[in-house]
């Protein structure tokens, strides 16, 4: 295709047809507000973000990257281009782009994530050196096929054994209560194949300001088990509805490793489920999973999650 130009992307401008984009990639909504939202939050470390547009005017598709808040050398980006100019050198361009951008930034490695099903993304990031780090699959459970009954008992059990089944709700959502889920997310193990030193947020009120003060979290959602022996907070899981969505979504489950292995993980998903559907009013719950992570993945199998297509982490050292 000749003619492509590229510019810098105007939120106001631009920000609508980008989160169409994005709903048409990955199957996921992204409101304009969401956008301008994200980018405030981000737009330090936002390095590389371009459309790609004809001679007449019209975006083709375009560029997001972002340096990694923990370390500096690293940064993930996206490239969306509309299906009607893809295999036309749109791509490559906004590519080129982005890394001529690190580059000048010094960034050492790029991360792009990929639908695990579409087999020329993945030759367009293999032709560009990049290699497979990591595997995600979704996953779906119809709450109609959900067996309420067996979870109830291990619930019941883990009552008499001293363990109490709340929420962020029920505990005033208070600081004190944000500081215990803060610590319990980032240690627990269920659901992360993850370096021990490897922590998402920076500290606590980082943790707070992305999760607790987001639209999305909701206190009702976020499922805890405590021992009332001990007061430790024992296991979560987090569930929530995002705008847009017709399913609810599994954000995190995890247990304490001093209690794993006593159906915790089990207890708290089912009460987030049930909470899903009572009360968010969704026919079906989706989440994503590392497919090297063999116990959730036999968790969300006993359940009754279908397994659906996911996504592909693929990352490139810069020389």
């Keep these: 295709m000749e003619n492509i130009s590229l510019r810098p992307a105007d939120p106001d401008r631009d920000f609508e047809e980008i989160g169409n984009l994005f709903l048409l990639e990955q199957g996921e909504l992204a409101l304009e507000t969401d956008l301008m939202v994200d980018y405030e939050i981000h737009k330090e470390r ?48 906004l590519y080129e782009n982005i890394e001529h951008a690190a580059q000048k930034r010094h960034i050492k490695r790029l991360e792009v994530t990929i639908q695990d099903t579409c087999s020329k ?58 500081r215990k889920l803060y610590l319990l997310n980032n240690s627990t193990s269920m659901e992360k194949i993850v370096p021990d030193d490897h922590h998402v947020w920076l500290f606590f009120e980082d943790f707070q300001k992305k999760v607790c003060q987001t639209d999305w979290y909701n206190p009702a959602g976020q499922i805890v088990a405590i021992d009332t022996i001990t007061g430790n907070w024992a296991a979560m899981s987090a569930i929530t509805r995002y705008q847009g969505s017709n399913y609810a979504h599994n954000l995190h489950t995890g247990v304490d490793k001093r209690y794993l292995g006593r159906n915790l993980a089990q207890a708290t998903l089912s009460l987030a489920l049930r909470y899903a559907r009572d009360v968010l009013a969704v026919k079906s719950v989706h989440t994503d999973e590392n497919v090297e992570n063999l116990p959730a993945l036999s968790l969300y199998k006993n359940l009754g999650y279908v397994q659906m297509p996911g996504t592909l982490v693929m990352k490139k050292v810069l020389g």
Excluded at 47 to 55: G, I, N, Q, R
Excluded at 143 to 149: K, N, S, V
């Design 121 to 178: 993304c993945r030759a367009f990031a293999e032709k560009r050196a990049y290699t497979e780090e990591a595997h995600f699959i979704e996953l779906a459970l119809d709450l109609h096929a959900f067996d309420e009954q067996a979870c109830n008992e291990i619930t019941i059990r883990l009552k008499k054994e001293g363990f109490e089944f709340t929420s962020m709700e029920v505990l005033g959502n208070a600081e004190g209560a944000q």
């Design 46 to 93: 936002i390095f590389c973000l371009t459309v790609a547009e004809s001679e007449q005017g019209e975006l083709l598709g375009f560029n997001w990257a972002t340096q990694n808040r923990f370390d500096g050398n690293q940064a993930y980006f996206f490239i969306i281009v509309k299906p009607e100019y893809r295999l036309q050198g749109v791509g490559h361009l």
